[in-house]
């Protein structure tokens, strides 16, 4: 196990991170719990800042606010001088909320719909990434009948794909991002975003994939996007200034894995830029810009559990079933990821058991971990995941209808609540109950109270209040959530 950030172990042979004592920490806060190293963070916004803001000219840095969003985590970025990529209307609110700047918002996305467009329009967002020749068109409709005049890249496939530890180049045009240089669909959509009044075209964006370690993948693409932005002011006869890599850079989840530091990409990027450039004899971009998510957040992240169920299958496999799973962290149910675990109470017992992490939901594949090296378990034990900083709770789910965990920044031994746990109020605050289900057993209506702040169901006339039949079972909802009248 990688001890990250500022994760240690204390006096009492406990987990620790941020100075808080994980098994205190679920006390506190209940579990599953996310626990998030502010000072990680912090520190891997610092880096990319140094490497690339500080680094190259004209370098700017954008979270992917996919990784993980909410108001902390986007309040964390701007406190660090980051810009942020944002590809929903619900993203862009959570920056705007927790006070970005407008200006240094990227809207990326392949399905914009028109409210989004306006939205972000009119929150004057710096950069629209625009995907497709649908969206060009609605971008530049919607700009026009606000008098705006947004600043837009296009999302093109440089015909690279980088998968993790290798890379390839391909002609691969069958991807739902982006236009394709090969097919010269990239070409014709900038040809036709050039002569689109309401359009500031400033440059092209690409983003060949993820969790990828190979520094010359991003070289590679440097150089191809190099060559076509030459390609692209030989035909428009305008140099267009601005040129967007993307994010996608691996990070550390088990012992396969060996990111670079991000000083070597920033390095390797800018040198094939310049080198590529140099050659076409080309004016390096104003603008260099990459939007990480995963690498800045995936690290700082740890899922604490309470073990539960313990079952031996003899001869076969030990499964510890946990309080949270593919709800909580879909990757390996998605993805086949991988993670490292510790038992937070037990951080110096030796290993004795090899088992597999399980969680509670209705599905075979809803396993966190498989055959791992572990101490002796027993229910009640606090059991550690360690890297799920990113696309954990922005993808999390109710399915079953398990509560999403709550959320805890954690530095200097304090822990601040950053995402409320949900409770059952919140799992049936959108639900609705239409009037004709009230009728109950085809005989009397029934009146329901909503949980609070909900409207109340109106009955038909002369039916409201009737009362249920004598020895009629009341509708047992979770107690001060919601009642029978
Ligand atoms: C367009 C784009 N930019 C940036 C990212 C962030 O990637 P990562 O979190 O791997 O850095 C993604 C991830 O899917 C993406 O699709």
Not at 78 to 95: M, N, P, R
Not at 248 to 265: H, L
Not at 428 to 433: A, C, G, Q, S
Not at 455 to 464: D, I, R, S, V, Y
């Amino acid at each position: 196990m990688k001890r990250h950030g500022t994760i240690g172990v204390n006096e009492r042979g406990h987990l620790e991170i941020g100075g808080c004592d994980a098994v205190e920490l679920v006390r506190e806060f209940g579990s599953p719990l996310y626990v998030i190293d502010e000072d990680l963070v912090r520190q891997n916004c610092r880096a990319y800042h140094q490497a690339f803001i500080e680094g190259i000219p004209g370098g700017e840095v954008a979270y992917a606010s996919k990784a993980f969003c909410n108001l902390a985590m986007a309040r964390l970025v701007i406190q660090e001088d980051l810009g942020i990529d944002v590809v929903s209307a619900g993203e862009l609110y959570t920056a705007l909320s927790a006070g970005a700047d407008p200006g240094r918002i990227d809207f990326n996305g392949n399905n914009k719909t028109p409210d989004e467009l306006r939205y972000a329009l009119e929150s004057r967002v710096g950069r629209f990434i625009a995907d497709n020749f649908t969206e060009i068109q609605a971008l530049d409709e919607m700009a026009g009948s606000l008098g705006l005049r947004p600043k837009v890249l296009l999302r093109v496939q440089p015909g690279i794909e980088a998968h993790t530890h290798e890379y390839i180049q391909t002609g691969k045009i069958d991807s739902k991002f982006g236009l394709s240089i090969a097919t010269g669909q990239a070409m014709e959509a900038l040809t036709l975003m050039s002569k689109k009044e309401n359009l500031d075209l400033v440059g092209i964006h690409c983003h060949i994939g993820s969790q990828i370690f190979e520094v010359d993948a991003f070289a590679q693409a440097a150089r191809i996007m190099a060559s076509f932005m030459s390609y692209a002011r030989d035909s428009l006869g305008f140099p267009l200034p601005e040129l967007n890599l993307g994010g996608g850079f691996g990070i550390y989840y088990n012992q396969n894995d060996s990111p670079a530091p991000v000083r070597d990409f920033a390095q390797a990027m800018y040198a094939a830029l310049r080198d590529e450039m140099g050659k076409l004899s080309f004016p390096l971009p104003r603008r260099i810009s990459i939007e990480p998510g995963r690498s800045i957040i995936g690290n700082a992240g740890t899922t604490l559990y309470t073990v539960g169920s313990i079952k031996t299958i003899p001869r076969v496999r030990t499964y510890i079933a946990v309080d949270g799973g593919m709800t909580d962290n879909p990757r390996p149910a998605l993805y086949q990821a991988k993670y490292e675990m510790a038992l937070a109470n037990k951080m110096l017992a030796a290993n004795q058991i090899v088992a597999s992490v399980a969680g509670p939901c209705c599905e075979t594949g809803d396993m966190l971990i498989w055959d791992a090296a572990m101490p002796w378990v027993e229910t009640g034990d606090i059991l550690a995941v360690f890297s799920t900083g990113a696309y954990n709770y922005s993808m999390a789910s109710n399915y079953n209808r398990l509560l999403k965990p709550a959320a805890v920044l954690v530095a200097e031994g304090k822990a601040r609540l950053i995402l409320r746990r949900e409770n059952f109020a919140d799992l049936v605050r959108n639900d609705l109950m239409p009037e004709h289900l009230l009728w109950n057993q085809g005989k009397q209506w029934q009146k329901l109270t909503l949980p609070e702040g909900e409207a109340e169901l109106t009955l038909p006339e002369g039916k409201a209040g009737s009362a249920l039949p004598e020895g009629e079972a009341e509708l047992a909802l979770p107690e001060g959530e919601a009642r029978v009248e």
